[in-house]
Nanobody
Framework: QVQLVETGGGLVQPGASLRLTCQAT????????MGWFRQVPGKEREFVAG????????AYADSVKDRFSVSRDNSKNTVYLNMDNLQPEDTAVYSC???????????????????WGQGTQVTVSS
């Protein structure tokens, strides 16, 4: 069973950047697509970004596609989410998850992922 731990969140001002890290332990995730989701209180988790097993294929939510980038280092069993020009509406708990689908397919719904991490809080405020 794989465990996921997200780090890198924090409190930043609008326009700032953050890099989130998702470290997988217990089992390699190098053969699986991975996704990043975010959630604010009272709302469902929403897809943010994802990438295929090799990182060659990526997908983004429209709200972040010009500001966020997702990458991975399979030698470290790690996935990253680089976030630039953060805005208050990006405030949320960010979590990573392992896809249950084909390794080159990036699902956008939570039911197609398992092995969720606990998440890391990102707060964007002036």
């Amino acid at each position: 069973q794989v465990q996921l731990v997200e780090t890198g969140g924090g409190l930043v001002q609008p326009g700032a950047s953050l890099r989130l890290t998702c470290q997988a332990t217990g089992r390699a995730v190098s053969e699986r697509a991975m996704g990043w989701f975010r959630q604010v209180p009272g709302k469902e988790r929403e897809f943010v970004a994802g990438l295929s097993w090799s990182g060659a294929i990526t997908a983004y939510a429209d709200s972040v596609k010009d500001r966020f980038s997702v990458s991975r280092d399979n030698s470290k069993n790690t996935v990253y989410l680089n976030m630039d020009n953060l805005q208050p509406e990006d405030t949320a708990v960010y979590s990573c998850a392992v896809s249950t689908r084909n390794r080159n397919y990036i699902p956008r719904t939570t039911r197609e992922y398992d092995s969720w991490g606990q998440g890391t809080q990102v707060t964007v405020s002036s």
